[in-house]
């Protein structure tokens, strides 16, 4: 199991950024794919970002072209750049890996877009 703790979300106006950081607890993280996901209040957890151990990236449409998700191995963290953020993008933003069982989840960290 890897510990995940998610941080850098807040609360931002339509069109703003932020940045997500997602600490894993374990060097093992260079070895794993890993994701973004997130929940909004009644509705199931989706994977909106997603990086392969050699970089190769995949998105949601819904946030294609807007969110940019990176990692550094020597850190043990990944992060998520989310640009043009919009009331639909309000939710909690939780990391995992994206192959297997996933690990426990963590807190993960909450995103609002309002004006």
């Known amino acids: 199991q890897v510990q995940f703790v998610e941080s850098g979300g807040g609360l931002v106006q339509p069109g703003g950024s932020l940045t997500l950081s997602c600490a894993a607890s374990r060097s093992v993280f260079s070895f794993l794919a890993m994701g973004w996901y997130r929940q909004a209040p009644g509705k199931q957890r989706d994977l909106v970002a997603s990086?392969?151990?050699?970089?190769?990236?995949n998105y949601a449409d819904s946030v294609k072209g807007r969110f940019t998700i990176s990692r550094d191995n020597a850190k043990n963290t990944l992060y998520l750049q989310m640009n043009s953020l919009n009331p639909d993008d309000t939710a909690t933003y939780y990391c995992n890996h994206i192959i297997g069982i996933p690990s426990t989840w963590g807190q993960g960290t909450q995103v609002t877009i309002s004006s």
């Open positions: 990086m392969s151990t050699d970089g190769r990236t």
